[in-house]
């Protein structure tokens, strides 16, 4: 264990938040060049043309015990290379130097020896993979110095660990990638609907099957403090809860659970001290973080009104209603937080207005513009971290290019349709904004890395270094680095042949480790000394485990783990890999956007659409269109067939005995509905103009729920349509995002003049769901030229989507 001293750096540089925007230009005495692959670049650098050499590895100098365990992040970079650095000659003496910022580092490299100075451990590991960064293929450092310190304070990377299950060998992998790019603080989303990953000692039933013990935290918490790196929990509440209402109903649950299994009761009292008990559990379990996330977004509130325990307490809080009661929880959660000396974080979620004020000493991670703006955010004093959706977050394939990202600043926002040309919505620079998050959500674990590499350094540079250059000159720099870390993570090379598909390397899920047929795994180590284990069970591979001598043929749904060995001791880290065996491919022809499967967005035809289904293996292909899993008695598959209404198709191969061979293929189809009215096309006025979608959508006679214009509950959100002249008006039709549980609250306005208004539909207490037929209003027939539609709330969370807005 570390002593007080290092554990106290962390937390002293996560609490002063030192902002040095004002500071932060980038001073060079040497060509931005291929030998200078430094990411993020530093904002001080003076180095010589004189090398040296470090053929022979570093060796940490120092007797102090803590500040040895920096050899840990240099002994994975010189194994890959096949040097020992035991008996180097070469010496780095770290030192702490209380004169510089907690977050200061200075490195001086001579012909001698390194002298790292830095204000904090954390500081002397940013230092140590900047000496690493700059040797070259040569194993050649530079002379020189350099002095380096991050221009915001929190540079973060959240991973859902509810969604999809992050093993512990993987998690490593995502924190050695954090320390290479200095990313300080990896957020463990650990509770969600899903799954509750955290193993609670007072509520063991909470636990899923896949969960974190506390001796695995203890592992990764160590594991990432020695590499400049914090974890911080997150237990994501009331909203998100499914995990908590699922395994104790009577102590988390409303009286009718069914009527909302997603959300904490936040009227039972018992409730709150169940969290005070939970929250000290993590709490101790996080040592090192001074923060704790607690969720607090996306809140589904059906259910509670009609709840006896929320009604009394309503009553006996003064609280109006079940709003005041959301924004009186995050008030008694935080308190809870700040109780077991941890800074409380939230995600942006509840509203500006209201009654129960949300104080200003919690941290706010602002990731929808449109929500409680950030710029209104900083105006009210909240101090915020960046976690803009656009184009942050990496989540099925609303993934962000690394161009994207690098040509993004932390004071921008966007949301997840808003149109590339639109700038969205810029923040002043403040110091209210302490930093930026990536956010990984819904990613499995076998592809986390991959999904990352190219992209968290992009963010990294653009939150360490404003001053940086371009995307051009960086993609050079970047090259080598992550080679660097890919090599140190995976020290061998692997080629897959068979994959279904082969090119797409974005999938949604885990469609990039389908194969149809027969899978052929071709594995090369880095170096001659390195063997290679492996296991087809998914269990950890040890010295005992099948050697890798030739290519591995794979027929089968598969669990692949990989481990370099050198010297019988492990080296890198474990490489998992799904395979799957999904013996039926899809053709689809009449579609009217090229997706990849399981898209979000949906496959989309006007008329029809022909489908066409094959398997390179024997058996017979069987069907459905219905969302039902095939048997071996569903509908066969004969020829092509023409599709005219929206589907959920599924397919199986089955064997002659009825058996199912490999897994089902599955994909939503929609038919995207034409409807003309008197709206269509006409010119759009919304209250939003930086961000949810494009205003035309709501009116371009395309009904398809994925695309819509959106907005969230702020109070004043409304569309106004110019019908270009005085129109009889008897009917409208409201499409609001369908999907069987919400619904939306809404009124219609009309005016011929557009400053005059008249109420002519009131659904601002409605409760029918939105379906896909969409919601018709039929009025006394009145004349108007522009027509209004106030969206007011959803039921399910804080989003507003208004998919089409008729008139007839």
């Known amino acids: 264990m570390y002593s007080k001293k290092i554990i106290n750096y962390p937390l002293l540089l996560a609490i002063s938040f030192i902002f040095l925007f004002t500071s932060c230009g980038t001073k060079t005495t040497t060509n931005l060049n291929s030998d200078i692959s430094l990411v993020p670049f ?40 096949n040097i020992s650095t035991s008996t180097s000659s070469f010496s780095l003496i770290p030192s702490i130097n209380s004169a510089l910022e907690k977050d200061t580092y200075l490195l ?12 904090s451990y954390t500081s002397l590991a940013y230092g140590t993979t900047t000496l690493l960064q700059l040797i070259d293929e040569n194993n050649n450092l530079s002379t020189g110095s350099i002095k380096d310190f991050p221009s915001l304070a929190y540079r973060g990377l959240m991973l859902d660990l509810s969604r999809a299950w992050y093993d512990v060998s993987t998690v490593k992998q995502i924190i050695s990638l954090c320390s290479w790019y200095k990313i300080n603080y990896l957020q463990m989303h650990l509770t969600d609907d899903a799954l509750f990953t955290f193993q609670s000692d007072s509520y ?14 203890q592992e990764l918490n160590q594991f990432a403090i020695e590499r400049g790196v914090v974890l911080v929990p997150e237990i994501d509440v009331p909203g998100h809860s499914s995990g908590f209402v699922r395994t104790m109903p009577d102590l988390f649950g409303l009286k009718n659970v069914a009527s ?18 939970l929250f000290g559990e993590v709490a101790e379990a996080f040592p090192y973080s001074p923060y704790m996330h607690i969720g607090g977004d996306e809140v589904f509130t059906e259910g509670f009104e009609s709840d006896p325990l929320v009604q009394n307490y309503l009553k006996e809080h003064q609280l109006d209603n079940v709003e005041e009661l959301y924004r009186h929880f995050l008030v008694r959660a935080t308190d809870i937080v700040k109780s077991k000396g941890k800074q409380p974080i939230l995600w942006s979620g509840f ?40 184009p942050l977050y990496v989540v099925n394939n609303r993934k962000w290019s690394p161009e994207t990202i690098y040509n993004w600043n932390p004071f921008e926002w966007k949301g997840f349709q808003t149109p590339a040309e639109t700038k969205g919505l810029i923040a002043k620079k403040s110091d209210k904004v302490v930093g930026a998050s990536m956010e990984v959500w819904e990613q499995s674990q076998y592809k986390a890395f991959s999904s990352l590499i190219d992209r968290l350094p992009a963010m990294s540079e653009k939150i360490w270094n404003s001053s940086s250059t371009t995307f051009d ?29 082969e090119k797409n390397k974005e999938p949604n899920f885990s469609e990039d480790m389908w194969f149809s047929n027969r899978l052929t795994l071709s594995i090369t180590p880095l170096t001659k000394d390195i063997s290679l284990r492996y296991t087809l069970d998914g269990s950890k591979p040890n010295n005992s485990s099948l050697a890798y001598t030739k290519p591995i043929e794979i027929t089968k749904n598969t669990q692949f783990s990989l481990q370099a060995f050198k010297n019988n001791k492990p080296l890198g880290q474990t490489l998992l890999k799904s395979y799957t065996l999904v013996p039926v491919e899809f053709k689809i022809d009449g579609l009217v956007n090229q997706l990849s499967p399981n898209s979000w967005e949906k496959h989309k035809f006007i008329d029809a659409m022909t489908v066409t289904l094959k398997s390179s293996l024997k058996g017979e292909i069987r069907y459905t269109t219905d969302n039902t899993t095939p048997k071996a008695n569903s509908k066969l598959y004969t020829k092509p067939f023409t599709i005219k209404n929206s589907i959920f198709l599924k397919a199986r191969l089955f064997d002659k005995k009825g058996n199912p061979i490999g897994g089902m293929r599955s994909d939503e189809y929609e038919r995207l509905q034409l409807e003309k009215s008197l709206t269509t096309n006409k010119p759009v006025t919304t209250s939003n103009k930086f961000e949810g979608g494009v205003p035309a959508l709501i009116n371009d006679g395309k009904i398809t729920r994925w695309d819509h214009w959106g907005a969230h509950t702020n109070g004043n959100n409304w569309v106004v349509i110019d019908l270009e002249k005085e129109q009889t008006v008897k009917a409208f039709k409201v499409y609001t995002f369908w999907d069987g549980y919400r619904y939306y609250e809404y009124t219609i306005e009309t005016s011929v003049d557009n400053k005059n208004w008249n109420l002519v539909v009131d659904r601002s207490k409605n409760r029918e769901k939105s379906v896909p037929e969409g919601q018709l209003d039929s009025i006394t027939p009145v004349k108007a030229r522009y027509i209004k539609l106030r969206l007011i709330r959803n039921s399910s969370n804080p989003g507003l989507h208004l998919v089409e807005f008729q008139a007839f």
Do not use: C
């Open 108 to 119: 001086t490299i001579t012909n001698s020896q390194i002298n790292l100075e830095a204000g």
């Open 204 to 217: 063991p039933k909470l636990a899923s099957k896949n969960s974190y013990s506390k001796k695995d935290l």
């Open 473 to 501: 000159v960086y993609s050079n720099r970047v090259k080598k680095t992550k080679a660097t870390i890919e090599n140190m993570v995976f020290p061998f090379t692997l080629d897959e042949k068979g994959l279904t598909f």
């Open 42 to 81: 530093p904002k001080e650098l003076h180095l010589t043309p004189e090398k040296i050499s470090v053929k022979n590895g570093i060796q940490v100098k120092t007797t102090n015990t803590d500040l040895k365990l920096l050899q840990k992040i240099i002994d994975p970079f010189f194994s890959t290379k």
């Open 351 to 390: 509203e500006r207005e209201g009654k129960v004020k949300i104080p200003n000493d919690v941290i706010i991670m602002n990731w929808k513009p449109a929500d409680y703006s950030p710029q209104e955010m900083i105006d009210d004093g909240y101090s915020i971290i960046n976690a803009s959706w656009q």
């Open 260 to 277: 909302n299994p997603y959300t904490l009761n936040m009227g039972n009292e018992k409730v709150y001290q169940a969290l005070d008990v």
